[in-house]
């Protein structure tokens, strides 16, 4: 069962499903670069939910010997765009925000689907003044490539540490 079949979860559960995705050739494929892991975890649209994600992904990137300063990135970046999507956006239509990490070699994409917002993510202009508004740049400046998309959910913030990925930044 994938996390998008599962229900929303009790309030303060997180569960973590690694999906078996064909298009991606998810698990123990042979072929080159076809190796593929996919782990998504659905929680409340509460900003007490950062903490726990943050905790889980670096749980199972560390646990799969990816290196230290992936792994610290891809905390940092998941924290990112979980807040902004708390701070900025609507929940699912299940109340919850969607986090998907996936893992091709030491190439580590993150990403984080919302309901949507009034306007579309972008980093905020450099300004001394502001106390906040840098997530987005601090994903930028930490990313291989980043970029926004829109699902028949709502929007798909996503970045990719440690290489390229599949898609294309926008």
């Known amino acids: 069962m994938t996390s998008d079949d599962a229900s929303s979860p009790e309030p303060g559960a997180l569960s973590v499903d690694?999906?078996?995705d064909d298009d991606l050739d998810v698990g123990e494929s042979s072929g080159p670069g076809a190796d593929s892991i996919i782990c998504t975890v659905r929680v409340p649209a509460d900003p007490s939910s950062v903490g726990r994600v943050r905790h889980e992904i670096v749980t199972d990137l560390s646990a799969r010997d990816l290196p230290e300063d992936l792994v610290g990135e891809a905390e940092i970046v998941a924290s990112e765009l979980l807040t902004n999507a708390v701070r900025h956006a609507r929940p699912l239509s299940d109340g919850t925000?969607?986090?998907?990490?996936?893992?091709?070699?030491?190439?580590?994409?993150?990403?984080?689907?919302d309901g949507g917002g009034a306007t579309v993510p972008k980093p905020a202009p450099r300004t001394v003044w502001l106390s906040s508004g840098r997530g987005l740049r601090i994903v930028r400046s930490m990313a291989?490539?980043?970029?926004?998309?829109?699902d028949?959910?709502?929007n798909v913030v996503w970045a990719?540490?440690?290489?390229?990925s599949r898609r294309r930044a926008t």
């Open 18 to 20: 690694v999906d078996d």
């Open 97 to 113: 925000i969607r986090v998907r990490w996936k893992i091709r070699g030491d190439v580590v994409e993150v990403e984080v689907t």
């Open 144 to 150: 291989h490539e980043w970029g926004v998309t829109e």
């Open 152 to 154: 028949r959910t709502g």
């Open 160 to 164: 990719t540490l440690g290489g390229p």
